[in-house]
């Protein structure tokens, strides 16, 4: 059981890091809580699905396709929906909302409400410390560090970086210094969707794929934010790690558990707040005036 | 009584005739309450019955969100705990719903009280994320007792307050009158101008010699028990409380509605439920165009807040009436000059003033 545990929660955590670094990344930048966000991880699953299944394209081109055509949607959103709205944070928030359920009934409206399963796109498994370890959960993990030193390399290594980087510090300062925060803005917001659409194409063989399956890692992509402390890379990857361990502790070794996981993660995330009210790794709140 | 009568003829034409939008408001509690003397449809009264019942949960959604800036995305723990508590306290001990949905608006009291204490130190964005868990913990312990709560099913065979239609359509709109009235009237009062004070600046509130933390939990407790209300009004009248009270869902939408109609009003969510509600119900009940309802319902909100980011309430408001530059009373907006003080409300700006940038 204990093995179960840890490669679970391993594996789970990589899916939730790359939701919740994605989400964190775009609340620094453009100060926007992207309710949406899972709902492009939703959507990518369902392209994957798409290509793979109905027009038969290999596992690698379908994958990117669909993290491409999803993250240029995203861009598309921002510009049409996002952008007209960005100084009333209140109306963003909803426009967030309302964009997920667009996304939600259409695809519900093309593709109907049941579950839709995708073949597995490795198969076998490995034996590691006396667990079977499927090779698509082992893919998950690779796809997930892959992508997690990617947006490190990108944040710390490049310019684009830099200018992310200046601007979740502070707007103003670095639109005087001459950046383009519109531009960067836009670059954020692609970069995430691109973060959460991988995470939705690589767990779509594992999970079912469904029009509402944006809203329970929505949740507890939330608390993992609020927990590591909203806007910060390394509290988002750390939370991820906590709560999806969380889950598998809860899910393995408490009767009933599959149905107190959300709660006990929500729960823990709320502890924290007690305690440390700007999340693990978050900055103290400046009293703004 | 004459004098009564004449009195109130006065306060009419001198107070509320005036100004359109309250005479708007005038319109709409006669025809609140006289709707079903003129049109008796079972189906249109159940749909109304449930959007005064909504109405009540999103003007207590504004006097938290829209008043202190407490954003709550969790609000529907309180629907939740109203439905719960009512239903539990009548099925299992026999109680007649009359007095349950008190007991309802008490536990969600409570919880507002407690929800109130434990988001004291958080704002912002942290206070609605971190308030989206509540409901749902309180689902995952539902789920997790099936024996006690009834599981996915809810607890169900609930008594209704009433039996004819009208008479439940009366209780709804009698309580929705009442509850935002009084919300409307403790916004306007001077409780109100400090949440204001509270949500504008925290800290030049508290150097005020006011005490916000006590503020900002009453007002989470007074918001919690308008929305048990509401709750238990809900569940004794679909006869069922059922895990959808407490879902993301029914919090995202209270979320919507209130924003839609214009935070910091009261007036603007209630307008807002008595448009969207229906118009989706309406929607889902024409054959071919029900399945696509809520991406109508998205659409047209989206479309609305590209026109009108700050709601519709305060973008109607500011077409149909000015604001007097001198003493700040609202007019209608074909007045020339102020009713109250007769300062004038439309200067001419000729095009070389507004050249040089005046005012």
Redesign the interface.
Known sequence: MLQDILVTGLVNGGVYALLAIGFSLI?GVARI?N?AHTAFYMLAAYCFYTLLVKTGLGYLLSGLISVGAVTLLSVVCYRL?IE??R??E??V???T???A??F???M??TFGGHFLGIPSTLDGSVRFLGVSIPYQRLLILVVAGAMLVLVWFVLYHTRLGLAIRATANDLEVANLMGMNVHRVAMATVAISVALAAVAGVVVAPVYVVDPFMW?AP??TM??I??LGG?GSMKGSLIGALIIGYVEAITVFAVP?GA??????A??I??IV??AR???LFGVA?E?E? | MKYWLRRAGAELRNEVLVLPSRTLVLLWVVAVLALPLVYGDAYVLRILTMTCIFAIFAASWDLLAGYTGQ?NFGHALFFGAGAYTSGLLSLKLGLSPWLTIWAGAAVALALGFLVGY?CL???G??L???T???P??A???L??FPDFSGGELGISGLRRLMVTPVANYYVAAISMLAIVFGLWLLADSKFGIVLHAIRD???AARASGINTLQYKMTVFAIAGAAAGFAGALFAHYLRVAGPSTLE??LS?QV??WG??GG?ATIYGPVAAVFILYPLTEWLGSIPGVG??R??I???I??LV??FM???LAPWVRDKIETQCPRCKQRNGSWKIVCRLCGAALQTQVTRAQRLVGHQ
Not at chain 1, 259 to 264: E, I, N, P, S, T
């Open positions: 609340f809580v309710i929906v007209p709205v100084e009333h209140a109306a928030l909803i426009a909302i309302a964009l359920l667009v939600q009934e259409l519900l409206y809203l929505l949740v939330l608390a934010v609020v909203l009933a149905y107190l996981k959300g709660a006990v929500l729960l995330m709320v707040l007690l009210p700007e999340g709140f009293e005036r | 954003v434990l130190r958080l704002r964005s942290y609605s994320l971190a989206l868990a509540f749902l913990i689902l995952g312990l789920f997790a600046d925290e800290v993301v869902a995202f979320v919507i924003i839609f935070v399945e696509l809520l991406l319902f998205a659409v909100v989206l807040l590209l980011p700050r709601g």
